[in-house]
């Protein structure tokens, strides 16, 4: 099983609202990422956790917050958001062996895409 | 500083006709290539990667890359198009990351294909 599953697909809200995304695999892997992507752009790393720490914030604003509850479970709380925060957002995962860390493939979830008003 | 740079944002032929995604890396080392797919509103597949084994890397759907250091290449071919096969295609380097010891992607921009029937 090579899956990673993202909830919501879609999600609209307000600029002043308190929204969270949801990621979730259970392939073993260590490193998880949230990813934001723009229309006809390549995905832009946002954060990057490994063995459940952030290990990488490509110096995103506060109003995106990430967390970690646990190996499989990887959160994005977002609040205060602004239109042009508007994209699909991807998940992805990726084992993490020592090593390893180059040629591990990185396996993306489906995305939420985010609409902000 | 490794990169990737996808030479034609669009690519359109037709059904039947032999797909070539370009995709040049600039590096002074191995570097470790990937390819990966995004169908609309969905998120990205992995098609195949290059770490050292084989030059020749064949991956799913029948594409296959050719890595050639010659030429800082790693080109993306599929003998024949098929209408399914239009889609997004990234070509990505991993490197570690400034001031980590993590590998992370590092994406081109991106080409469209369109098969025409």
């Known amino acids: 099983d090579t899956e990673v599953t993202q909830t919501p697909k879609h999600l609209v809200m307000g600029m002043t609202n308190k929204k969270s995304l949801k990621c979730e695999q259970h392939m073993g892997h260590r490193a998880m990422y949230w990813y934001k992507q723009k ?22 604003p506060s109003r995106f917050s990430p967390e970690c509850p646990n190996s499989s479970l990887l959160n994005l709380h977002l609040h205060a958001l602004q239109p042009e925060d508007s994209a699909l957002y991807l998940c992805a995962s990726s084992q993490e062996v020592w090593g390893r860390e180059f040629t591990d493939t990185q396996y993306f979830g489906p995305g939420t895409r985010l609409t902000v008003l | 500083a490794q990169s990737v ?3 034609g944002s669009h690519v359109s032929v037709s059904e039947g006709a032999l797909v070539l995604l370009r995709c040049n890396y600039s590096s002074s080392v191995p570097p470790y290539l990937f390819w990966y797919v995004q169908y609309p509103n969905q998120g990205l597949q992995l098609l195949l990667k290059y770490t050292s084994a084989a030059t020749l890397v064949k991956g799913i759907n029948g594409f296959e890359a050719e890595f050639k250091k010659s030429e800082t290449s790693f080109h993306l071919t599929k003998p024949s198009a098929h209408m399914s096969d239009a889609a997004e295609y990234f070509c990505a380097v991993r490197r570690r990351s400034r001031g980590s010891t993590l590998g992370r992607l590092y994406f081109g921009r991106g080409t469209q294909l369109t098969v025409w029937p």
């Not at chain 1, 229309?39 to 995103?60: C, D």
């Open chain 1, 39 to 60: 229309a006809k752009k390549p995905p832009e790393l946002m954060f990057v956790y490994s063995y459940e720490k952030l290990s990488i914030n490509e110096s995103v």
């Open chain 2, 5 to 7: 740079t996808q030479l």
